[in-house]
Nanobody, 127 residues
Framework: QVQLVESGGDLVQPGGSLRLSCAASGFTLDSYNIAWFRQAPGKEREGISCIRGSDGITHYFDSVKNRFTVSRDNAKNTVYLQMNSLKPEDTAVYYC????????????????????WGKGTQVTVSS
């Protein structure tokens, strides 16, 4: 059974950092593309990054480029999202999602194309 569990969300001041984790079970990270999405109140779910299962290549969307870094630990079957220079507009529920290999939804940020989802973790950036 495929399962994704996010953790690490918290309240942080502007300019601060957080690291989110996405623990996967029921599959190995080299067999699925893993995306991070976020959804702020009243807004659509937004793709922010992707790490490709086959080779670990990463992709970031403009809103987080040069501030966020996605990585994975295959031994722990966990994907991480390191978030630096956080802004109030980064406040959202953050989700990780998995896509079967050779798909394109991860890299294009298409939420509807992802196969599995975690339940999310809340990140609040406020002074």
């Amino acid at each position: 059974q495929v399962q994704l569990v996010e953790s690490g969300g918290d309240l942080v001041q502007p300019g601060g950092s957080l690291r989110l984790s996405c623990a996967a079970s029921g599959f190995t990270l080299d067999s699925y593309n893993i995306a991070w999405f976020r959804q702020a109140p009243g807004k659509e779910r937004e793709g922010i990054s992707c790490i490709r299962g086959s080779d670990g290549i990463t992709h970031y969307f403009d809103s987080v480029k040069n501030r966020f870094t996605v990585s994975r630990d295959n031994a722990k079957n966990t994907v991480y999202l390191q978030m630096n220079s956080l802004k109030p507009e980064d406040t959202a529920v953050y989700y990780c999602a998995a896509e079967a290999p050779y798909g394109s939804s991860c890299f294009f940020g298409y939420a509807s194309g992802m196969d599995y989802w975690g339940k999310g973790t809340q990140v609040t950036v406020s002074s």
